[in-house]
């Protein structure tokens, strides 16, 4: 009954394609970016810290990860492996050239994340699916012990774990974490368009084209190594950016044990479970593998408080989201997005049921 | 000359520590063989098996009896695992069944976890472990009886899974399955029992790969990743080959050891961690579908 | 296929619901009768470090426990705790610092223990502007011992570098003298991560002191592969290996690979990290004569234990938090006791300095607390029942370390036999301590860092 497009008409191409081509969308998007932007007045610093800053951080990698696998369709683990390369990248940015803007280090860090990810992606264009999966792995692994075994990625510190620099941008150093989540929305959002936009494009339809059947898009004149290069590219300095994020708004430390094989797979749960070939599904599978395993803890402890043995609860917990997961493959293998899909068509003929 | 003689020490430490990961890369090659599923969780099912049958040893059972009720558990998960995973998905994507079969891994770990606890365990296998006299006195290599044992028992199966596979009637069923499980049940192959086979199989595989591993490091939670030592064996060896198992094992076994004392040492050393999946990747460009596995043949 | 759909609404309610009960943490101050006291317990029960993570923060629980039902709690002030499962891994025990920094009765927490040096880095920035006590028992950022620049971190008993001082120590004294050790080999086989190299820098000065020969070989996690790394061994004809690994599955085939390639275990100090029950039991018949060096001494005898055993297990059955109860009296659980115990004495100090008996304390009082720790008398280690597991030593305003030193045992089998005679100290402690402030004053400098007055 609200949500329909009777009356709204369309008179010019620029409208026609528009983003979000009814109105109701566009308000709907215009309240969730200002509720967006005015959330630090309102919540307590673990919500910020512990939830969103990840949350939108995350989105970012799942994004390029969706990017490559989605749009793509290249098969890839080492996502890991480039949030390392940007983290790494940044944080020597920002040691080695005084006064350097954050964003511009964040950019920058992004690009290096881009040439290591054309270098890995290089074998994709003889290997394909599962196979090219596994060669993924080889750059995740080599990528985090060469950042670990050099000693001038980490500037010859003794330790061994770096203490990420603070966030400053014109003079200003934001560090509460209701600035550093204004820091790293601007980030996620302008990319998170960039991204869409480039879905929209031909450069999406040139990696659906390649993910589609490869062989029938090289024949039809679309160069595969720049098609292919190009989406590793692109998905590596989402990763990187990601990275660099990562370490300096969250976990305020850069060293390669956080950016393990476990990451990669966390990161590909939140594509698959979201809803490949998506945008939106990359937020909302973030959202999923993120709250899933706090929810399950804070659940065990409500449930059986101190009653059950808390090693049994942990395993309890890993079990359950283990079955979680392939209940939600087997019931909507298209992901969350899919399932946002369908409650949008029927909201569109709400109240009615067909 | 003393050089030679350790140079063919770590030629011989390879060779055996790649039989150890053939062990296990055969289970992956078996499931793969019979229902093109890349099984992420065979780690997670080494854990549990071993783990289950050094359980049962404490509960009472002796060895021998303890034998066959672990195998019978292992059947039992592999027969839920295909009823509740494998078949909801059977018509989906490679990436969602590689999804799948990664939740199953987590499923599997927590329920082991769940089932007999974090204690660290020891299995003794009476087998020594040490080596073997005469064998260092007259050649100066270091074999073990464990070594002898796991490459006798990694030779038996491989050879008995190679004639399942390509001399039985019930290898070229399974066969069938894979190639198109649709026009296997077509002609009247039972798609149940041959998959509880395979299953059944891959849990034995997955028990007696987790009992040598074991043997050396104990029975403990880091047991899961001898899955990711294995993944470049299958990727060099063929995702669907069984003698290409053995052979790809020892390839990545001796090439890592000799990399990493002979090389390793200008980079710090470490560099096992990444040689062998850099030496798969650098196979597949010039074999894309692996030293012996099936041709990939892609209908545009 | 009705099922089919209810899934399908269910599936994306449940996320919705859990972001909802997430929420829900919001602390509700309830009106307690008796005084609280809110301590969080980050603990690790999946995942790779399972059996050290059970062992010592069951033995935390245990203790905080045990002081309730046997002492009616610190002067009156009931102890009450919240568990967060960090997985050993650095973003979930960033999650859990921020879900525990207040607890259920509206308390601020007062320290943060999470036994891993990664996860304690991930949160040394924020724990003074929380006013949190970052107590590394024994592992960590090493030079934090130098309490002028970090006030809020601590690292009693002991840290890596003092550690490995006493390990080559021990060599020496079992060669026959520090000037037998010219011209020996000693490897340092580890993990090869930082915590792996962290003592590095200290023995590579020593081993130029000393003239010994210092092989560095690392091992790829997760490990279960040595071979190559032992054959090397015994071509460099080590004299002494030390063992710096992580996790029962690298411990355990240390042993029974270097057995294989002959080399004796009585040559082989693994490190209080990765040493424990659990590795020896990896390693199978394999770990007989392993040397594994002690921070805590592990039994039952010791009084606390004993007592504990009794309460938690014996007269209240299932007060205990060990899943299996053989467990008590183990290296993990007496750490964790032992880290517990520091938490009270800090907790009754604090109370004592700022007149606040019987009431509960905010952060920085906790950490004034912390910071006068004393455990020189006899009298006061036996009032806690842990005379003789713990050597005496104090924390004071410059020195967060406090004792450096350790014992040596020995695995016999079945248990750990202690083979030094007392707690033993590196050659020159003097030496390790400089190393040390001078690391936390370059660090103090490049991050304009004012170092702290204190008095000698």
Redo the contacts between chains.
Sequence with gaps: MFYREAGQFRTSYAQDTQLLPLRQDRVGMLVVLIAAVLIPFFANDYWLGAILIPWLILSLVALGQNILMGYAGQLSLGSAGFMAVGAFACYNFMLRIDGIPFVVAVVLSGVCAALVGIVFGLPSLRIRGLYLAVATLASQFFIVWALDKFGWFKNYDPSGVITAQPIVMFGHNFASPGEKYWVVLVIVVVLALLAKNMARGSVGRGWMAVRDMDVAAEVMGLSLLRTKLQAFAISSFYCGVGGALFAFAYLQTVEPSAFTIELSFRILFMVIIGGLGTIMGSFLGAGFILLMPIFLNVLVHSLFGKSVDATVASSLEQLVFGIMIILFLIYEPLGLARIWQLTKERLRLWPFRH | MGDIFFFVEVLVAGLLSGVMYALVALGFVLIYKASSVFNFAQGAMVFLAVLSFVGFMELGLPFWAALPVTIGMMVLVGMATERFVLRPLVSQTEETLLMATIGLAFVIEGLAQFLWGVDVRNLDLGIHDEPIGWVMDTTGMLISQLDIMAGVVAGIMVTALALLFSRTKVGRGLRAVADDHTAALSIGIPLKHIWMLVWATAGVVALVAGMLWGARSGVQFALVWVALKALPVLIIGGFTSVPGVIVAGLLVGASEKVVEVYFGPYFGGGVEVWFPYILAVLFLLIRPEGLFGEKIIRRV | MLI?KV??RV??G??A???L??????PTSTLAQQPEQYFPVA?M????Y??MG?GIFGGVIDYLNYVNIKHGGVNGVKLVYE???TEY????N??CY??L??GPNGQKMLVWDPYG??LA??V???VAADNVVLAQAGYG???AADGRVWPWVFGATANYWSQIGMKLNFIAQQEGGIEKMKGKTVVHLHI????G??PL?AMREIAKNWGFRLV??????????Q???W??IR?EKADWVTFWGA???????AL??A????FPRNKIIFVTFGGAE??M??????AKDTHVVAMVLPGKEWPLIADIEKVLYKDNPGKG?M??PN?VGTIYYNRGVIAAANYIQAMKNAQRIHNKVGKPINGAEFRDGYEAIDWRSAETRKEYGIDGMIPPYRLTCRDHEGAGTFHMMQWDGAKFQIVTKDWMAAPDPKFIRKLIED?AEKYAKENNIKLRDCPE
């Design positions: 089919h899934l399908r599936l994306p449940v996320a619901a859990g972001a009960l997430a929420s829900a943490i919001v603990s029960r999946v995942g790779p399972n059996a059970t568990e967060c499962e891994n650095a973003a979930r960033v999650e921020q879900r920094l207040t040096t990664p880095y991930a040394i920035g924020r950022r090493t030079d090869d991560t930082a915590y190299r962290e820098p560095e070989i690392p091992i790829a996690p997760p490990g279960l592969e071979q190559s790394q054959l090397q071509k996790g029962a599955g690298m411990s355990g085939t029974t690979t057995a294989r390639v002959g659990e590795d039991i990896a390693g199978g018949a394999a938090n899943q299996n467990r690391s």
